[in-house]
């Protein structure tokens, strides 16, 4: 038996703790990620996420004086983003219920609470690559369908297959 | 392809389609690689959260002495605490992060504090040390809820 395959992904990680930073890539290429691409403010992780056209976005929320909302509103609208559909991780220490609508009105694919652990954010990514919902372009919206749940991709063992 | 109705748009490319259901690590494979991993780093936590620790002591010990920075102060230790909240857990000591959430509470959406509620954050930074003084790693079942009691009735006072 084996797993989801990732070594054909790159992936960009921006958080403004270098120690999460370095803790994040280090799970990613344990699950066998091909490239981790990071990044420590919303500025200079557009800048990469335009120069890497990652496959997956990892973000924290608060970083500085930037935040993550900045960097998901910049991918998803921006003429100079490569790719405005990329799936986006949103990794933070905020856990209230409000925050994670904010942010799923802002567009993220999935949310993920610190504290961080490799179980916790392989099944976030698993989740991400069965993550098959059309996007919505409505008025100020523009992201996943948030009325439809992620279904796994048929013919996954459904046991691995956690959103 | 787009459904016009209802705004729907498929996106050109799912990430599904690099990346195969079969041929990479089982699962447990990759967490127990990815924890081994996170263990190493999880060794040097204890050094930089003391240094993070002091950042935020000496940002308190600025707190009362003048009153027109105190909003800025509070900005700068809420967004320190957030910071401990998220590493704590995550590198092995959850009771800091049982406090420095506690902590957060405490700070948000406050503009000014008073004597009593310098003495809060106070003891909220004294308990965090106290944690890294005595090694309390891991799950620590015995003392969290009564800690996180506590530190309810701290913060109401």
Not at chain 2, 106 to 120: A, C, F, N, T, W
């Amino acid at each position: 038996m084996s797993g989801y395959n990732f070594s054909g992904i790159t992936v960009l990680v921006c958080d403004d703790s270098s120690y999460i930073r370095q803790l994040v890539k280090n799970f990613l290429l344990a699950f066998g990620v091909k490239e981790v691409i990071e990044a420590g403010d919303a500025e200079s992780g557009f800048l990469k996420f335009v120069e890497h056209d990652p496959d997956v976005v990892v973000t924290d929320w608060k970083m500085g004086e930037t935040s993550g909302l900045d960097l998901v509103y910049l991918i998803r609208w921006s003429e100079k983003s490569p790719n405005t559909f990329v799936p986006i991780i949103m990794l933070t220490g905020f856990t209230e219920l409000q925050r994670v609508q904010v942010a799923r009105d802002a567009g993220i694919t999935s949310y993920l609470a610190k504290p961080l652990s490799a179980d916790k954010l392989y099944k976030r990514l698993c989740g991400v690559a069965d993550d098959r919902r059309p996007f919505v372009r409505d008025g100020e919206y523009f992201g996943p369908d948030r009325r439809m749940k992620n279904v796994p991709r048929p013919g996954i063992d459904n046991r691995r297959a956690i959103a | 392809m787009t459904d016009k109705k209802n705004n729907l748009i498929q996106p050109p490319r799912h990430l599904g389609d690099k990346v195969p259901s079969v041929g990479g690590p089982t699962p447990e494979q990759a967490i127990r690689k990815a924890l081994n991993l996170g263990n190493e780093l999880a060794r040097s936590y204890k050094g930089w959260a003391v240094d993070d620790l002091q950042e935020l002591w000496e940002e308190y010990e600025t707190l009362g002495t003048d009153p027109e920075l105190m909003s800025t102060c509070i900005t700068r230790m809420y967004d320190m605490a957030h910071e401990i909240r998220g590493q704590g857990g995550t590198f092995g000591y959850p009771l800091i992060t049982v406090i420095a959430d506690s902590l957060c509470k405490y700070l948000e959406r406050k503009s000014s504090l008073g004597k009593s509620g310098q003495d809060i954050v106070q003891l909220h930074l004294l308990a965090m040390k106290a944690v890294l003084r005595q090694n309390m790693k891991g799950p620590q079942q015995a003392v969290e809820g009564d800690i996180k009691q506590l530190l309810v009735l701290l913060r109401k006072r």
